[in-house]
């Protein structure tokens, strides 16, 4: 099959928490013999601070880790869809993507062959319903959404007529457990500081139990305000900056556990997505994790099993003690976890999904098969 996949960034993560899944699709396609041409925008938010915070460099791990994955960098203006969409035969158009080439998508669509489909991968149809109102979705094939309330959310709002659960998926082509010889600290955490829209959850669910523990913790990511630098130094804390996905899994296997904080609409609003860092590569390390608040509605992994759950800094604090406690729980977790997400949750698994969902469009078994080279 040839598919034209529509990113925002292929190349970067800055940001991006996305990247991991559609990196990962894109590999697990590649792999099968499918013909791809992923397209992202020249000026890209999440490449362009990338660049101005690490410079060109920061693109050479990139490439060494996927050395299988290049895109097509585009200007909007100038982008000729007859010429980019050539003998495509599926087009999938990821959300965080500029609403006038999602409206241009659909009129092509309109005219042409192939089937045209929108993926949502974020929680704006429940906090930011305007935002998703103002695509222009009417020549689409569909939607995938990244979870079944995110799913009605488009139903009930008459956004789309047909939309399919779309979960996320691990990449274990790339992510797979890498124990250290010795832990670099007792607690990780891999995440972006935002726009202070979550400080307080981070405090209370993660910063205060670590301090009130005594734990070695280093936290990794971006958009951290100056005033939360100091703030975490002041206390201890160690703070490194941008990780790169694809390092994620090395630094999950140097320390014993990882505390994730879902966003407040991930709990509320579109309770049952695939929010678990077990689904990013978090759960394939040789670490225990913890959950705070977190629910899921559509029993994606075992809570108790592939993760504990606490709802309050206190519960926080117990659980943290029960892991140092008693290390072979915290080693069965971690296994269990990856042998859910190697049983259910990987890339592979999205992609025969996605197989089926063409098929279901009515693609040809030959469209639908590894297919001819696409032609320049």
């Given at each position: 099959?040839?598919?034209?996949?529509?990113?925002?960034?292929?190349?970067?993560?800055?940001?991006?928490?996305?990247?991991?899944?559609?990196?990962?699709?894109?590999?697990?396609?590649?792999?099968?013999?499918?013909?791809?041409?992923?397209?992202?925008?020249?000026?890209?938010?999440?490449?362009?601070?990338?660049?101005?915070?690490?410079?060109e460099t920061a693109l050479a791990g990139f490439f060494s880790a996927?050395?299988?994955?290049?895109?097509?960098?585009?200007?909007?203006?100038?982008?000729?869809?007859?010429?980019?969409l050539d003998?495509?035969?599926?087009?999938?158009?990821?959300?965080?993507?500029?609403?006038a080439l999602v409206a241009r998508l659909g009129e092509h669509r309109a005219q042409h062959g192939y089937r045209l489909l929108f993926h949502d991968t974020h929680h704006r149809s429940v906090t930011a319903p305007h935002e998703i109102a103002a695509y222009d979705l009417r020549h689409y094939d569909g939607v995938l959404a990244f979870g079944e309330a995110i799913r009605q959310q488009y139903l009930r709002h008459g956004w789309a007529a047909r939309v399919w659960t779309w979960h996320e998926g691990a990449d274990t082509r790339h992510f797979y457990p890498h124990p250290a010889a010795r832990y670099a600290g007792d607690l990780v955490w891999v995440g972006n500081w935002g726009d202070d829209e979550r400080t307080a959850e981070l405090w209370e669910y993660l910063l205060e139990p670590a301090r009130a523990l005594g734990l070695r913790t280093h936290l990794?990511?971006?958009?951290?305000?100056?005033?939360?630098?100091?703030?975490?130094?002041?206390?201890?804390?160690?703070?490194?900056?941008?990780?790169?996905?694809y390092r994620v899994p090395a630094v999950f296997g140097a320390f014993r556990v990882t505390v994730h904080v879902p966003r407040r609409p991930l709990c509320a609003g579109a309770a049952g997505r695939a929010d678990h860092p077990h689904v990013r590569g978090a759960g394939l390390r040789h670490s225990a994790h913890l959950c705070a608040r977190g629910t899921d509605a559509e029993g994606l992994f075992s809570a108790g099993e592939d993760y504990l759950v606490a709802w309050n800094r206190s519960a926080v604090e117990g659980l943290l003690r029960s892991l140092w406690a008693d290390p072979a729980q915290a080693r069965a977790m971690a296994e269990h976890g990856r042998a859910t997400i190697l049983a259910r949750h990987t890339c592979a698994h999205?992609?025969?999904?996605?197989?089926?969902?063409?098929q279901e469009l009515g693609l040809s078994p030959a469209a639908l098969a590894q297919g001819s080279a696409w032609h320049d």
């Open positions: 099959m040839r598919i034209a996949l529509f990113y925002h960034s292929l190349l970067s993560d800055w940001n991006h928490g996305n990247a991991h899944f559609l990196r990962g699709v894109a590999t697990e396609l590649l792999a099968r013999g499918h013909q791809l041409r992923i397209f992202e925008p020249l000026h890209a938010w999440s490449l362009q601070n990338l660049l101005q915070d690490h410079g996927y050395p299988e994955l290049s895109s097509i960098r585009y200007d909007l203006a100038h982008l000729d869809l007859d010429e980019a003998g495509a035969d599926l087009v999938i158009v990821h959300e965080w993507n500029d609403p990794y990511g971006v958009r951290y305000p100056a005033a939360a630098r100091r703030l975490l130094a002041r206390n201890g804390f160690q703070y490194h900056g941008w990780l790169p996905n999205r992609v025969d999904e996605l197989l089926a969902i063409g």
